[in-house]
């Protein structure tokens, strides 16, 4: 299994990224190796489209599932189309979000947390 | 003539202040590019009839054809299109219909339908010819409803524009090839600092342009300092008055009811068109 998280940080001490779209980096790792690698998210300075262009970059790193705070509905219906596993409203340290994912104490998200944030 | 107002901060009165013009006017074309939340026609009341239905292209992929290459979402500047394993997916609210997917696909499996954003509606009174644009609710593009807009409404006599707020691609549409722009605002804070924005859009565009300081009162010096250092020219000073508010809040422009503006005001578009439009 690959976990795809949204991070300012590059390794599993940094903190989870808010936002999904707009986070600077994901971090990719294995939960049972704790194996990782980082991939700068090129929609971080994209005009419009966030969202979906971050999404495409996970599941072009072959993540399974994502953990993140935000995920709004563009994101989050590309996701869902790609039958990645959403857990959201998560916070803390990748350490933290992996420890969650293990203790099972998150469900995975049936909707986006919120609306787009379209730029105009 | 193209005449356009607009202001930076929401709210400051460029519906008065075009309204105005367009009711001494007597021939005029106002076009209400505020195409999120047009409020013009609500002094002329009704809707108006429909003039077209405006559709923009969005992209469709013939998935008989697609190889999933996925050559069309990395071309995608909008970020509209997603390959997913065996399936792609256009999120139709992102794309903007530029067709830069169509020209990379190795396949020729991208085809460009049409869909809806909104519409164009036309009322009169008195020679007043307003044009709206009506954005659908929900549809996040506002800037191909208004360049619709401008091409619909004819500019072959006076035509004035009435502007989203902002300083934002809608308003850049609207303003640019105006041969003049009425920036409106108000002595507050918000109303400067919203200001000095517009000023240095506008200036980017080229387009001449000068002030008409709206709900005007003592207290805020700030607003004069600025138009004076930078040399912007004040045409008008619209008080902060009780009166004009009442008549406004009950539909009824203070042009049509207090003769003294509709002198003004008169005054206003004379100096701007040149005594003659």
Redesign the interface.
Known sequence: MLVAIPTNGNDLSGRIDERFGRCARFILVDPETKEFKVVTNP?AV????????A??TV??QGADVVIAGEVGP?AF??LE??QIKVYSRVSGTIHDALDLLESKQTTVAEEPTGP?R?Q? | MRLAVASGKGGTGKTTVALGLAIVAGEVTLVDCDVEEPDDHLFLGGKGDLVEEVTIPVARVDEDKCTHCGECARACVFGAIAVVKDQVIVIDDMCHGCGVCGLVCPEDAIHEERRRIGEVTLQERNGLHLYTGFLDIGQPLATPLITRLKTLAPDNGLQILDSPPGTACPVVETIKNTDHCLLVTEPTPFGLFDLTMAVDMIRELGVPFSVVVNRDREGYEEMDRYLEKEGVPVLMRIPDSMEIAKLYSRGLHFVEAMPEWRERFSRLLDELTGGGA
């Open positions: 929609a994209q005009s419009g489209g966030a969202g979906i262009t999404a495409q599941i072009d563009n219906s590309v189309r790609a787009a379209h105009r």
